[in-house]
C-alpha cells in the first residue's frame, strides 16, 4: 500500500504561485511509478492537471496548465511537486496526487489507485 499526503494548498491572489508536495508514506517509489495531479472545482468533474513518471521524470500536462504549471521529484525525499504560477481563480480547486505502477494513460483518473486526502486551492480575483 503507498499512503500519499499532499500539502501546501491555501488561499492565494490572482497571479500568484503555491507549491503543492505529495509525499508517499509506506512505500518508496519505484520506477515503474508515475504520479499525477488532478483536481476538481465544486460541481465540476475531477480533471488531469500534470503528471511524472518516477523512472526517468517525463512529465504530462493537461494543455491549459502548461506554461503555468511544473511538475517535479525528489527521489530522495520520495516526494513530488506541483508548482503553480500565474494562477486565476478558476484554478481554485481541491488538488489530489494519485500515483500507480504501469499506468498507460496518465491522464485517466481511473488508472489510479492510490489516492492522497486532497488540499484545496483557492485563487482570489
Known amino acids: 500500500q503507498v499512503r500519499l499526503v499532499e500539502s501546501g494548498g491555501g488561499l492565494v491572489q490572482s497571479g500568484g504561485s503555491l507549491r503543492l508536495s505529495c509525499a508517499a508514506a509506506g512505500r518508496t517509489f519505484s520506477s515503474s511509478y508515475s504520479v499525477g495531479w488532478f483536481r476538481q472545482a465544486p460541481g465540476q468533474e475531477r480533471e488531469f492537471v500534470a503528471a511524472i513518471s518516477w523512472d526517468n521524470g517525463s512529465t504530462y500536462y493537461a494543455v491549459s496548465m502548461k506554461g503555468r504549471f511544473t511538475v517535479s521529484r525528489d527521489n530522495a525525499k520520495n516526494t513530488v511537486y506541483l508548482q503553480m504560477n500565474s494562477l486565476k481563480p478558476e484554478d481554485t480547486a481541491v488538488y489530489y496526487c494519485?500515483?500507480?505502477?504501469?499506468?498507460?494513460?496518465?491522464?485517466?483518473?481511473?488508472?489510479?489507485?492510490?489516492w492522497g486526502q486532497g488540499t484545496q486551492v483557492t485563487v482570489s480575483s
Open positions: 494519485a500515483a500507480d505502477r504501469w499506468i498507460r494513460n496518465r491522464v485517466s483518473s481511473s488508472e489510479y489507485n492510490y
